[in-house]
């Protein structure tokens, strides 16, 4: 049977990705987008010299890779920049998306494509099977992130209103992972059952 393709999305600090390790720990193959755009991006990365063109040597690292928080900050201050760096990275990020997947094989139960931007995108309905949001309140997302990033309470809103809403997401949703004031041990509990009753019903 062709592995089910799942998209996997949730805003900043929702927890996707402690769900996306905890979907790979029950043989889901996971293929994390932003760790893809990381190594595209890395010194002698495939992006480099595309960046270099389009945005100069000053967003480039003394390391040789993508001077990432300057990165960040430009293309949240201005759409253009955004744009721009998103016509580079997207194709790039596409193909190599595909090129794991095939990969993968056909002896998985599940692809899961771990996309942060899943909903705002607009390119990742037709590309998956469903959709499973992570969801949980703004107030533990900025909790999250401070926590673990050290950004200022300010900073992670600004990212958060750059992002698509929850309302949004949850629209778009074939299923909601909710991870408000969950410990680790439920919020477990809730994908294996989430993981399980889905295979179950393509038997």
């Known amino acids: 049977m062709t592995p089910l393709r799942i998209g996997l999305t949730g805003g900043i600090g929702s927890g996707k990705s402690t769900v996306s390790t905890m979907l790979a720990s029950h043989g ?14 890395l010194a002698g990365g495939v992006a480099i010299g595309a960046l270099r063109a389009a945005f100069g040597n000053s967003f480039i690292a003394a390391d040789g890779s993508l001077d990432r928080a300057r990165m960040r900050e430009a293309a949240f201050a201005d759409g253009d920049v955004k744009h721009r760096l998103e016509a580079i990275l997207h194709p790039l990020i ?13 002896d998985i139960a599940a692809i899961v494509f771990d996309v942060p931007l899943l909903v705002e995108s607009g390119r990742w309905r037709s590309r998956v099977d469903a959709v499973w949001v992570v969801d949980c309140s703004e107030a533990h997302q900025v909790e999250r992130v401070v926590a673990r990033s050290g950004w200022t309470d300010a900073a992670v809103r ?20 909710d991870n408000d004031g969950l410990s680790l041990a439920q ?17």
């Open 158 to 177: 600004s990212v958060l209103a750059q992002q698509a809403t929850r309302a949004a997401r949850r629209s778009a949703a074939d299923a909601v992972i």
């Open 28 to 41: 889901a193959a996971v293929i994390d987008t932003d760790l893809i755009a990381r190594q595209l991006t």
């Open 187 to 203: 919020l477990g509990d809730e994908v294996r059952d989430l993981w399980e009753a889905t295979l179950a019903a393509r038997r």
């Open 94 to 106: 596409g193909a190599e998306v595909e090129r794991r997947a095939a990969a993968a094989g056909d």
